[in-house]
């Protein structure tokens, strides 16, 4: 048997019928779910970390950590990695640290892939709690050696 609608053939129509979706719930519930798999397919507009962040100094077990007079640091982050780099004046920029991060709700899941000292960091994945507060990034961790870290990172333009 041959369905026309408008002069088109209905075969989505009989794949329906083989699939037993000939109820419209049914028929509502598949394309529902079309539909979410259809808007998940889209990434939003990236990371909120995405950019270029400098030390202004934090907290280590509970004392204050300055940021180094001498040179910058700073962390460029793109959707899905950061590059960490110091900045000093009159020499070169080195990158001392490379890696993945993902964003969890308010958590951040940092993996260093690249140091350029030796790290007993290196590989392992060191999950942040992040708040963004305007302008700064705000991260709190213990770290594995069981140091309790608070840094902040301002964002620059």
Not at 6 to 20: C, D, R, S, T, V
Not at 129 to 138: H, Q
Request: glycine share 8%; aromatic share 12%; net charge positive.
């Amino acid at each position: 048997m041959e369905l026309k609608a408008k002069g088109l053939k209905l075969e989505a129509y009989i794949k329906y019928e083989g699939l037993g979706l000939k109820s419209l719930p049914m028929r509502k519930s598949v394309l529902s779910i079309i539909f979410t798999l259809f808007l998940c397919a889209f990434r939003p507009d990236g990371s909120p970390l995405k950019g270029t962040w400098e030390y202004r100094g934090g907290m280590i077990n509970g004392k204050l950590d300055g940021a180094p007079k001498d040179y910058r640091l700073q962390r460029v982050y793109d959707d899905e990695h950061y590059k960490a780099r110091v900045i000093e004046d009159g020499e070169k920029t080195q990158i001392y640290e490379k890696g993945d991060y993902r964003l969890s709700a308010d958590t951040c899941f940092e993996t260093q892939t690249y140091c350029m000292q030796e790290s007993k960091l290196l590989n392992k994945t060191i999950k942040y709690n992040y708040i963004l507060t305007n302008d700064t990034l705000k991260l709190l961790s213990v770290l594995p050696n069981g140091n309790k870290v608070e840094d902040y990172w301002v964002k620059l333009k």
